[in-house]
């Protein structure tokens, strides 16, 4: 007889001590739910309250290891990454986090902190509000298709930054961080936006630069717009304003003459109201005043040359240095009186002046082009002697008559009466402006600068004509009594 036991003796023990084990364990688990105490032991499964965005409190930091412990909602924790925290957590610190999945060999929820990009980019892991990574791969007139892990979504135009792109094919190829604003798990939908993440991360630098940002600050800042009256720049979270009158010392430019959109500029703060959170720019104030010097550097009787920058019709402004002008009135334009600027320059035409006045505290200075030359008026006399004859250019014509130009400053008036032998109707039978002439002069008033001339009589020396000669005058003989004449 064999020492084995027989099959059927080995099936008859099992048994026995199957039976024996069950009937411990209904005595261990007498009067006890066994469902409850399964749910209870084991990690709760991602639950609807525990998707998307959740609140929770850090109970444990570990920076070598980047891991920040995050007690959520029903006891359960979540793990989430020091290095993606926007703002650096502290013990107790209640922090908003995006529950992603749970790890069952953790046994511990991963979590995105608000505002980073996730680590997951599969369809059950997404949440509307998860920011995730993505790469622009193609665009359509609505906006940009973005490829996010395997998944392929879609940013509409105005989703795409904070401000109106034109072309939105600057973003192709681009890495982007995005925020998914909705998603349709059965067709394969998935909508993001980059601007909400833009907006989000704005509202934290705004928040930190209103702490920080005082009165008297000279920061950088890029132009976010340009108008007709000023330009806005951004200082990192802050919009601000530099008005027209806070651009530059040269009152004569515009706004887009001085700043276009995406310029770094270094801007002083005028003003700044926390509560409404307006703010106030000086792009001048953040440069040396070009009339701090003036007086010194330019006192009254220097001589200098100056561009002309803008014409009116009471004078024009000249420009000595960027940021310093003064006027060239109508009077000081020439020695001879012209009623309109254009006669005497051009925008743009650099002439030689004269400083007669100097205002610093006003931001004023007044030139003369006519004294940086002598007078040609005060020996006229001697140079246009009476009945001299000379060459001269038409400049104007009116019905009475045609005025000459002799030299620079030096013109005359030839009466119709003096155009022509004969009887002139028109002064255009005999004249058009630009002719050059021989003229003669006929008189010279130096005190009112007017000279008559004439086109008659011209060639050779002039002989004044016999009537024109003065002949002595008879003594008239008076009788006296007696017949005697005195």
Do not use: C
């Amino acid at each position: 007889m064999s020492d084995t036991p027989s099959t059927d003796h080995k099936e008859k023990f099992h048994k026995a001590n199957d039976e024996g084990i069950e009937a411990q364990l209904d005595q261990a688990l007498a009067g006890v739910d066994v469902e409850n105490l399964l749910d209870s032991n084991a990690p709760q499964p991602l639950a609807g309250k525990l998707r998307g965005l959740q609140s929770g409190s850090v109970q444990q930091i570990d920076i070598q290891k980047d891991i920040v412990l995050v007690e959520l909602s029903g006891k359960a924790q979540g793990m989430a990454r020091f290095s993606q925290f926007l703002t650096e957590p502290k013990m107790f610190d209640v922090v908003e986090v995006v529950v992603e999945r749970f790890d069952p060999r953790e046994g511990l929820y991963q979590l995105t902190p608000k505002g980073a990009a996730s680590n997951s980019t599969d369809w059950d892991s997404l949440q509307v509000g998860s920011v995730v990574e993505g790469v622009v791969n193609g665009m359509n007139k609505g906006g940009l298709e973005i490829k996010i892990g395997q998944i392929r979504g879609f940013m509409p135009a105005g989703q795409i930054d904070l401000e109106f792109h034109k072309d939105i094919s600057v973003f192709l190829a681009q890495k982007l961080l995005v925020e998914v604003t909705q998603i349709e798990r059965d067709s394969k939908k998935l909508v993001v936006s980059r601007r909400k993440v833009l907006e989000r991360e704005r509202g934290e630098l705004k928040a930190k630069l209103s702490l920080e940002i005082e009165e008297g600050q000279t920061r950088t800042g890029k132009v976010r717009s340009v108008t007709d009256f000023g330009a806005f720049v951004d200082l990192g979270g802050m919009d601000g304003l530099i008005h027209i009158s806070e651009m530059t010392y040269n009152r004569q430019l515009k706004p887009a003459d001085i700043v276009k959109v995406g310029d770094q500029v270094e801007v002083k703060i005028i003003k700044f109201d926390r509560e409404s959170g307006k703010l106030g720019l000086s792009l001048k104030q953040s440069m040396s005043d070009p009339w701090k010097d003036v007086e010194s550097k330019y006192p009254v009787g220097t001589k200098v040359t100056a561009r002309v920058v803008k014409i009116e019709s009471f004078g024009a402004f000249i420009e000595v240095e960027e940021g310093v002008q003064g006027l060239l009135p109508l009077s000081e334009m020439s020695w001879q009186r012209i009623r309109n600027p254009n006669q005497a320059v051009q925008v743009g035409q650099t002439i030689p002046l004269v400083i007669i006045a100097v205002d610093p505290a006003g931001r004023r200075m007044t030139f003369s082009s006519k004294q940086a030359a002598p007078d040609p008026w005060s020996d006229a006399t001697t140079r246009y002697a009476k009945h001299s004859v000379h060459d001269g250019k038409i400049l104007r014509i009116a019905e009475f008559g045609a005025f000459i130009e002799l030299e620079p400053n030096v013109e005359g008036l030839a009466h119709i009466s003096e155009l022509a032998d004969r009887r002139v109707k028109t002064v255009n039978e005999v004249v058009k402006v630009g002719d050059v002439v021989k003229v003669r002069v006929l008189d010279v008033n130096t005190e009112q600068r007017r000279m008559s001339l004439s086109l008659k009589n011209t060639e050779g020396t002039f002989v004044p004509p016999p009537e024109a000669v003065k002949r002595p005058e008879k003594k008239r003989k008076i009788p006296l009594k007696g017949g005697l004449e005195f």
